[in-house]
Nanobody, 122 residues
């Protein structure tokens, strides 16, 4: 499966942004999907994940209540609505696909997107 992330940009603190990730090249398997981010000089970290049918989600504590992950299985896309953005949210955001929700949360992915840069100015 190939993933294409989009939607990053430069915003001010408090603004909102929606990231999207389109999946293609399915082989008939159903994948959980999620978002990770990597800030300058830091390791990549988990942000949010969603199960194949969208019934289960998982968020890292720092984005709970501000970010919402969703998916449109018919269109093979996931979105990340990021509200109340903070300068510390500045990072390259990557989407990922995995066999299970827990594997995606743990960073065990079968595919990674190319990343989209989100910059939040104070």
């Amino acid at each position: 499966v190939q993933l294409q992330a989009s939607g990053g940009g430069l915003v001010q603190a408090g603004d909102s942004l929606r990231l999207s990730c389109a999946a293609s090249g399915y082989t008939g398997r159903n994948y959980a999907m999620g978002w990770f981010r990597q800030a300058p000089g830091k390791e990549r970290e988990f942000v949010a994940a969603i199960s194949w049918l969208g019934g289960s989600t998982n968020y890292t504590d720092s984005v709970k209540g501000r970010f919402t992950i969703s998916r449109d299985s018919a269109k093979n896309t996931i979105s990340l609505l990021a509200n109340s953005l903070k300068p510390e949210d500045t990072a390259v955001y990557y989407c990922a696909a995995g066999l299970t929700l827990s594997q995606v949360v743990d960073g065990v992915a079968v595919s990674w997107g190319q990343g989209t840069l989100v910059t939040v100015s104070s």
